[in-house]
């Protein structure tokens, strides 16, 4: 598992303290190099493009920081290489969007942590107080319970 803590701040580098809202962070792997088929006629041409999104999501930030945690998927190119988290948060009065160039993609770990216990998930039908073999009202919902 990673996890990735940061801030908001404004063009100057200060810490925005006041922020409360939503960030949605990508988390790219390293840049792949494509070469052009030079289909026109001309030459062919290499270029960097970043498409292996290793995760996307949302997290809250509040008083300007913010958290986020995601497993590494498993497909990835395991060489070493710099990949790129983009960035974009708003709030009910503000849209804004940032980038991190520098964290580092790549390697595997040698042990490994062996998980053979599953989630601890509670269902029930409209109530927590919902019992096996209970009756439910004409349009019953599914819910789980957090705790």
Do not use: C, Q
Not at 61 to 82: C, E, M, Q
Not at 128 to 138: A, E, K, Y
């Amino acid at each position: 598992m990673i996890t990735i803590t940061g801030h908001i701040e404004d063009p100057f580098g200060n810490p925005l303290n006041t922020f409360n809202g939503i960030v949605s962070p990508i988390v790219y792997d390293k840049p792949t190099k494509i070469r052009t088929l030079a289909n026109d006629g001309g030459e062919s041409m290499t270029f960097n493009i970043r498409n292996d999104i290793l995760f996307s999501g949302k997290t809250m930030a509040k008083n300007g920081r913010f958290r986020f945690t995601f497993i590494v998927p498993r497909d990835i190119n395991y060489s070493f290489g710099l990949g790129k988290i983009s960035y974009y948060a708003n709030d009910d009065k503000a849209d804004m969007n940032g980038s991190f160039n520098d964290i580092i993609v790549g390697g595997f770990i040698k042990s490994l942590t062996v998980d053979n216990e599953g989630p601890d998930i509670k269902l029930f039908m409209n109530d927590t107080l919902f019992r096996d073999g209970g009756i439910t009202d004409s349009n019953p919902r599914l819910s789980r319970n957090n705790k």
